[in-house]
């Protein structure tokens, strides 16, 4: 292996490379940064990267802990203390962390080294992240296609061999979304299992850090690291944290797995039907039992997301007016003009749009028809679940009704962009684990291979069964081997 190789690594590969003493993390660094200089031109997945404090905290740290040198690329909503944090956003142009999050404390404490701010949606509000104030990132399949979102340059790094691991956050599917589209894997933790400190809020009910990967086990080791109570953090949930490895290499005799019924709808591209029916047999050709189950309010899952999810956001966003943070419009006349100035010169489309939508749901008058009703529907989807796990220990489903779409292709409809996300928003709304491992590939008439994901969703903190039942998969199949030409 030379070092221009390296890059491709999955995260235990390196491990390994890097516990032997056969290269350092210095030398990880540097094969790492120039793979981005030679293809995150094309990619557009790093806002930021600092070669030079990386490798200034590479050769302190210390290399008997489980993720020792090992970088890892944070979505751009992440704080870390003294590098940038815009959440993809003008508002936050030039906004400097004064803290770090939790997870980026706990990732330190096991030796990983936090490297590069991946681009994003704004706020993490979209599924392609073209909604970026920044720049476009590419799909590293086909350039002229979209690698999801919101956690979209997370993705696409991890894909395109320009991070070994990465992590975003998911709302409403902005992990395993990008995961599938960019052909790799992405967990989405129960609610409270990773803390939030620090992560800027969009819907604060809702949102989860969690990674992305090459493989399942580099998937389970970053749990490892990022799970755990904190007490900064008043929905963390305490409970112990097994080791997200110990059920790998386990078959799947005794598990049930539920294909819910209300999930095989039209619209869902029949590449992608095909693809989770093949993989569906094969989870039972690995032992697994698979049974039909019923979650009656699916069709609601979509309306009560983009209420809860706007309803949060706007109050949550209210708190960039220009007097604390990033941006602040000039000559202002008074305290109002200068809100409203900051705010409209600030924000994008999109943000604006859902800020909007969620003060109208929480408005006098129309509280009780939308955002009370919304909460009443949200337990309704929790109990679907609820019940479902009493029969099964996990749900299969797509992660995405279709593979990468174009840029361009539906930033004109948001709605077209919101029903996407059908498989998605409801493990949000029942606070449940969720993962999406690669199942195969669409090969439209460009000739270009495009990834297609397979979701596997569980109750809330059974999150080692899930990477159980994702690992037995993975493995007994190619998809995660095949890697994009850039
Ligand atoms: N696509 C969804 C949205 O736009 C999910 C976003 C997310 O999970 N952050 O809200």
């Not at 815009?86 to 999050?101: D, M, N, V």
């Not at 994702?470 to 095949?482: G, L, M, N, P």
Request: a negative charge; glycine letters at 8%; hydrophobic letters at 40%.
């Amino acid at each position: 292996m030379t070092k221009r190789d390296l890059p491709a690594l999955s995260i235990v590969e390196l491990r390994d490379l890097l516990r032997r003493g056969e290269i350092s993390p210095a030398e990880t660094l540097q094969a790492l940064e120039e793979r981005i200089n030679a293809v995150d031109d094309k990619i557009g997945a790093y806002l930021e990267h600092d070669l030079a404090a990386a490798t200034a905290e590479a050769e302190k740290v210390d290399m008997t802990l489980p993720l020792g040198g090992i970088p890892i690329a944070i979505k751009d909503l992440i704080n870390v203390q003294g590098q940038q944090c815009t959440c993809g956003s003008k508002i936050l142009h030039g906004y400097r962390a004064p803290y770090s999050a939790t997870v980026i404390e706990k990732l330190r404490a096991q030796g990983a080294i936090p490297f590069g701010r991946m681009n994003m949606d704004e706020f993490a509000m979209g599924s392609s992240t073209e909604n970026s104030s920044a720049q476009v990132t590419r799909n590293p399949w086909d350039l002229s296609r979209v690698p999801g979102g919101s956690s979209g340059g997370s993705a696409a790094a991890v894909a395109a061999d320009i991070a070994f691991g990465a992590l975003g956050s998911d709302t409403g599917g902005s992990i395993r979304q990008p995961a599938a589209l960019s052909g790799i894997v992405g967990f989405k933790p129960s609610y409270g299992r990773v803390s939030r400190f620090g992560l800027v809020a969009f819907a604060s009910s809702l949102d989860q850090i969690g990674p992305l990967t090459k493989t399942v086990h580099d998937s389970a080791l970053l749990m490892n690291a990022i799970a755990g109570h904190d007490s900064r953090d008043s929905t963390s949930l305490n409970a112990p944290v097994p080791d997200y490895t110990k059920n790998l290499g386990r078959d799947l005799k005794g598990i049930r797995i539920g294909m819910p019924e209300e999930y095989m709808i039209e619209g869902v591209d029949p590449v992608v039907k095909n693809a989770v029916v093949a993989a569906v047999k094969q989870l039972g050709s690995l032992g697994a039992e698979v049974v039909e189950i019923s979650l009656p309010h699916t069709d609601y899952a979509i309306s009560v997301y983009y209420i809860l999810a706007t309803a949060e956001a706007s109050a949550n966003l209210a708190r960039f007016d220009g007097v604390r943070y990033g941006h602040r419009a000039e000559k202002v006349s008074n305290l109002f003009d200068h809100y409203a100035r900051t705010r409209a010169e600030g924000f994008g489309a999109e943000v604006k749009r859902r800020i909007i939508l969620g003060t109208y749901v929480l408005s006098s008058g129309y509280y009780d028809a939308y955002y009370l009703r919304a909460q009443k529907v949200r337990e309704l989807i929790r109990q679907d679940f609820a019940e479902a796990f009493e029969k099964v220990e996990a749900l299969v489903s797509p992660t995405s009704p279709s593979p990468a779409f174009k840029l361009g292709e539906k930033t004109s409809d948001p709605l077209q962009m919101y029903l996407a996300d059908i498989f998605t928003n409801a493990a949000n709304l029942a606070g449940i684990c969720g993962i999406s491992v690669p199942c195969g590939f669409a090969e439209p008439e460009s000739g270009k291979k495009l990834p297609i994901g397979l979701q596997l969703l569980g109750k809330a903190l059974d999150e080692a069964r899930i990477f159980q039942i994702a690992h037995a998969y993975e493995q007994s199949t190619d998809w995660h081997k095949t890697r994009p030409k850039i």
